[in-house]
């Protein structure tokens, strides 16, 4: 008899001969498919997208990543961390917003969400001749000052982002005030 773990294992192995990712992709289906358990199917997605993130194939480790969200009925922070993160790194910025949406919806008082958002955007608008990052780091900023050290590097991130946002805009007085507010966080910075 065939079991879940029998079709994740098969996969497992092709993934280790390049040119099998969608071979391996359609077992893992199968191994999802077999097992009855939420638990069961969201570790056979997470052990397929943890080997092509090993394979720096963020894309595909995105993709897998983001299955899990679906088959989870309360996906946790690090799930939707992993699918956002690595579709962030994949260059899929507007999956990746997605994502880091649904994270800001279900847990609103982490600056995480509204920060990678905010870098999601600053990658699509590279120029900054839209601002399309300006609301997700400054609620990045809003929700991280209610704890200055644990968001350090959120809060660091974000007004780097203003800093340069500030120069681009010719506004060397708001320019100063964001590194002002970086030195207050980090004087060694």
């Known amino acids: 008899k065939i079991g879940p773990t029998d079709y994740a294992k098969y ?14 992709g359609t077992y893992v289906e199968k191994a999802v ?29 995105g993709d897998w990543y983001s299955r899990i969200l679906s088959v989870k009925a309360n996906p946790t922070k690090t799930d939707l961390y992993n699918a956002g993160y690595n579709l962030f790194r994949a260059g899929d910025y507007p999956s990746s917003i997605n994502v880091f949406n649904i994270y800001s919806q279900k847990f609103p008082e982490d600056p995480f969400s509204y920060y990678m958002c905010g870098k999601n955007n600053w ?12 609301d997700c780091f400054t609620k990045a900023i809003e929700t991280g000052l209610k704890d200055s050290v644990k968001y ?38």
């Open 11 to 24: 996969a497992e192995v092709l993934l280790k001969f390049p040119g099998n990712e969608q071979a391996a």
């Open 33 to 61: 498919a077999a097992d009855s358990t939420e638990k069961g199917k969201a570790d056979l997605l997470k052990s397929i997208a943890s080997k092509f993130e090993t394979q720096k194939k963020f894309k595909e480790a």
């Open 123 to 134: 990658a699509i608008d590279s120029t900054l001749e839209k601002g399309l990052a300006n």
């Open 152 to 189: 350090k590097p959120q809060l660091v991130g974000s007004y780097k982002y203003f800093v340069v946002y500030s120069v681009f805009k010719k506004d060397k007085a708001a320019a100063l005030s964001y590194i002002d507010r970086i030195l207050w966080l980090d004087p060694a910075d």
